[in-house]
Each structure stands twice: as C-alpha cells, then as structure tokens.
C-alpha cells in the first residue's frame, strides 16, 4: 500500500492533541505530537512516540526525561507553534517536577524515561509518571488532518 493511503487511514482515528516538553542545559524545548498513550496503571506508564527525523528525539535521549502537555481546545497556537508554525505569541512556561510544562493546558504530565525502544521510523520512550496537574477544560482534536473540537458533551448510558 502507499504510505498516503496509510497516512490517510491513520488520520481516521480522532486523537488529542500534545505538546511534549523536555530541558537540556537550561533550555525548554517543544514538540507537537500525537503519538501518546497510557500503558500501566501499576506503575504508572505512559508512551510517547517521536520520528526519527525530528531534533526533539535527541533532547529527550539526552535529558531522559520529557512532559506531556494536552492541549485544551483554546491553544491550537501551540499546536501550530511546536509543529514548525510559530505565532506573534511569546510561549511561557510553568514547570512540574523540574520540566517545562505549558499553562492552561487540560494536563500536565512530567516523566522520565525507564525505557526506549526503536521501531520503524520513530522511537518510542516509556515514561513513568512522577507527577500530574489536571484543569477541567475541554480538550483540542486532531481528525482527518483538521482541528476539532467537541460541541456537546453527553454522557453515554
């Protein structure tokens, strides 16, 4: 098959949107990705999945430690900003457990690195949840290659 028809297909599958952050000498560095998930609850695991060609695999490889931010359905701008796409806006950080996290983002998630496994073309880091800070805020979507937002909470019976 075409590695369109993939990218297309992958694209079908709704997502949230993150930025993951990490600190080497002092300097925050970003990257927008969706390539996360939860793994263990006991302990608790999560996975964040980074190309092989972006410059934030190597930040990560050397701090061994990386946060994720999820961003909430007002900050598409840091969505655009860590993907390459900077705006007029300045980015500020906060910091959880000595890692630059983003403000008014749905969660915060600082880990640090207790495994890496290469596969294809990305690299996936195993990171243990040292600590977590949560807003109640609607989350920023990613599907079909478009932002989405949820227009109507429901709770399903």
Partial sequence: MDDRLFRDAMGKFATGVTVLTTENDGVPHGMTANGFM???????????????????????????????????????QYSRHFAGRPGDEAVLFDTLQGLPVLNGVVAQIACEVVSTHIEGDHTLFIGKVLDLKLEDKNPLLFFSGQYRQLNQFETVK
């Fill in 38 to 76: 939860s793994v263990s609850l006991d302990p608790k695991l999560v996975v964040i999945s980074i190309g092989h060609k972006a410059k934030f695999l190597e930040k990560v490889s050397a701090s061994q430690k990386f946060a994720v931010n999820i961003l909430s359905e007002e900050q598409e």
